[in-house]
């Protein structure tokens, strides 16, 4: 079992259609991150949240729009999605980020299982 | 520009036998290796890391070398078993949040 939840498991959605991935993680972790995977690629880094602040936006058009409401949970707001948007998208979380008292140690991500993302 | 290259992409080894799965970077600030594993229709699981403050880390059946003046890594499994079977992507930072991966290597672990 991971301990980084992600819901859905998997969402279909029109170009037109707002919707919105979710991601939970009761371990303590002080990082969370967005990765986007295409099939037979590596996962890609969308966004980084340290201590509930955006750290880190690797250019993603607006039409994927990052959420931290609190320390344990981050959500990913899709709208107006294009269909080579489709792909895997992985939440992770680590037990430190940048900016907080343990910046300078080095942790593991630790991923959920992710969201299966189709635009139709 | 693809800064970690597991130049491999795929292996075959048979069950028993030593599994060496390679890595290459070319960003010199990475300070922080891991290797992870992935199921399909699953997330990346954390196997190993390594500083680069140190060249060699063992957990059980897998040891991860780190040679930086070649900008190199490798994951060695052994004994190599059929439940490996996977692809295996490594990963760097440079002492920030940003983690960057390889492109991946499928093994498999045949009887």
């Known amino acids: 079992d991971t301990e980084v939840t992600q819901t859905p498991k998997h969402l279909v959605m029109g170009m037109t259609n707002k919707k919105s991935l979710k991601c939970e993680q009761h371990m303590g972790h002080r990082a969370m991150y967005w990765y986007k995977q295409k099939a037979k690629k590596p996962p890609e880094l969308m966004f980084v949240?340290?201590?509930?602040?955006?750290?880190i936006n690797e250019s993603v058009p607006s039409r994927f729009s990052p959420e931290c409401p609190n320390s344990s949970l981050l959500n990913l707001h899709l709208h107006a999605l294009q269909p080579e948007d489709s792909a895997l998208y992985l939440c992770?979380?680590?037990?430190?980020?940048?900016?907080?008292?343990?910046?300078?140690?080095?942790?593991?991500?630790?991923f959920g299982n992710g969201t299966r993302l189709t635009v139709t | 520009d693809q800064q970690v290259k597991q130049n491999s992409p795929s292996l075959s080894v048979q069950e028993g036998r030593i599994s060496i799965l390679n890595c290459d970077y070319t960003?010199?600030?990475?300070?922080?290796f891991l290797w992870y594993k992935k199921y399909p229709a699953e997330g990346p699981t954390f196997l190993i890391s390594i500083s680069s403050i140190k060249d060699k880390n063992e957990d059980g059946r897998f040891t991860v070398f780190l040679n930086k003046s070649a900008k190199h890594l490798s994951l060695h499994i052994v004994p190599s078993q059929p439940g490996d079977s996977a692809v295996y992507f490594c990963?760097?930072?440079?002492?920030?949040?940003?983690?960057?991966f390889g492109t991946g290597t499928r093994l498999q672990v045949f009887p």
């Open positions: 960003n010199s600030m990475f300070d922080y």
């Open positions: 949240y340290s201590y509930e602040k955006l750290s």
């Open positions: 992770a979380s680590s037990l430190s980020g940048s900016g907080g008292p343990l910046s300078s140690y080095n942790s593991p991500l630790h």
């Open positions: 990963a760097a930072s440079a002492d920030t949040d940003k983690l960057i």
